[in-house]
Nanobody, 121 residues
Framework: QVQLVESGGGLAQPGGSLRLSCIPSQNILKMFRFGWYRQTPGKQREVVAEIDEGGTPHVVESLKGRFSISIDNAKNAVYLEMNTLKPEDTAIYYC???????????????WGPGTQVTVSS
């Protein structure tokens, strides 16, 4: 089964930057959506940014200007660049992939294990 390998989380100071990476453990036949969600205690998981099957990046309106998402098709990797970080960006960030992983396979919803991002001085 395909797994999503996340990296890049950690501690950042307010105003600082972090870059999250997510790479599937094996090649994907067809990607439909590939992106990032985040969740804080007591709240629902919310979308942060994603790349659609046409390769177009989408970032939630409230994060535009600070967060950006990109994809490396050669590596099947997606990256979340987070700048001018604020304490309210503190959350567990989850990689998400909606894809057909192989010929004949059904479309799968895949989640990474989550990576903690903490913004604090």
């Amino acid at each position: 089964q395909v797994q999503l390998v996340e990296s890049g989380g950690g501690l950042a100071q307010p105003g600082g930057s972090l870059r999250l990476s997510c790479i599937p453990s094996q090649n994907i036949l067809k990607m439909f959506r590939f992106g990032w969600y985040r969740q804080t205690p007591g709240k629902q998981r919310e979308v942060v940014a994603e790349i659609d099957e046409g390769g177009t990046p989408h970032v939630v309106e409230s994060l535009k200007g600070r967060f950006s998402i990109s994809i490396d098709n050669a590596k099947n990797a997606v990256y979340l660049e987070m700048n001018t970080l604020k304490p309210e960006d503190t959350a567990i960030y989850y990689c998400y992939l909606l894809a057909r992983t192989a010929v004949g396979a059904t479309v799968s919803h895949l989640w990474g294990p989550g990576t903690q991002v903490t913004v604090s001085s």
